[in-house]
Structures are given as structure tokens and as C-alpha cells.
């Protein structure tokens, strides 16, 4: 290790200890028993603590909430039937097999079955 990078290391140290200490120093006087003269002001309500805590995240969300749900309403349902969308179709052509073809199916996997096992599968 050289001396220019043994300076370099402790200038670093030195900078982290002291950005790590500084918040502490701050606080100080949080911990302060004696505000000299100063009033804490009136203590919180039960209700009124509830409703800071608890009542105003619950609002906020629900905003949030509202607001991301907001344009989908607006919009509405895009899988409607007037734009073309057909469930019997949809399950035809989108790799969906009507009940028969399902039974067929099962069926042939049932007699081609060997018994041990594993996944296999033809196209």
C-alpha cells in the first residue's frame, strides 16, 4: 500500500465517520429534557391520533387508488361484444378447445399413457 493510497483511504474513513455522526449530533437535542421555556403544546386526542395515523394513509390510498382506476372506467370494457369479441370464437382461435374436443383429448392421453410418468407432448 502507498502512502498516497493509505491518505486517500483514511481521508475517506474520516468523511464517512464524520457524515455518520453529524444526523447524531443533530438530534441532540431532541432528547433534551428542558426546552428552556418552551411549550409542548396540547397533547393529541385519541380520535385525533387515529385519525392522523391511520385515516390519512386510508384516504391517500384510496385516492391512489381512484385515480388508477379512474381511466378503465372511462373507458369501460374493451372485451365487449360490439367490437368483435366473442367468447365461443376467442376460445376456438386463441388455443381454447370446445368440451368435445377437450373429451377427445383426454381420451388419447388416457390409451397413449404408459404409466410412468414425465411430460411429453406432439404437435
Request: overall charge neutral; cysteine-free; hydrophobic content about 50%.
Amino acid at each position: 500500500m502507498t502512502i498516497r493510497s493509505a491518505k486517500r483511504s483514511a481521508v475517506r474513513a474520516g468523511t464517512v465517520a464524520a457524515l455518520t455522526a453529524l444526523p447524531l449530533l443533530a438530534a441532540g437535542s431532541a432528547f433534551a429534557d428542558n426546552f428552556q421555556g418552551e411549550d409542548a403544546g396540547p397533547r393529541l386526542s385519541v380520535l385525533a391520533t387515529i385519525g392522523i395515523f391511520v385515516g390519512i394513509p386510508v384516504a391517500l390510498f384510496l385516492l391512489i387508488t381512484f385515480l388508477v382506476m379512474l381511466p378503465s372506467w372511462i373507458k369501460g370494457d374493451s372485451n365487449r361484444t360490439e367490437i368483435g369479441w366473442d367468447a365461443k370464437t376467442a376460445a376456438k382461435t386463441e388455443g381454447g378447445a370446445p368440451a368435445e374436443d377437450a373429451a377427445e383429448g383426454q381420451a388419447k392421453a388416457g390409451a397413449a399413457s404408459s404409466g410412468t410418468g414425465g411430460a411429453s407432448g406432439s404437435w
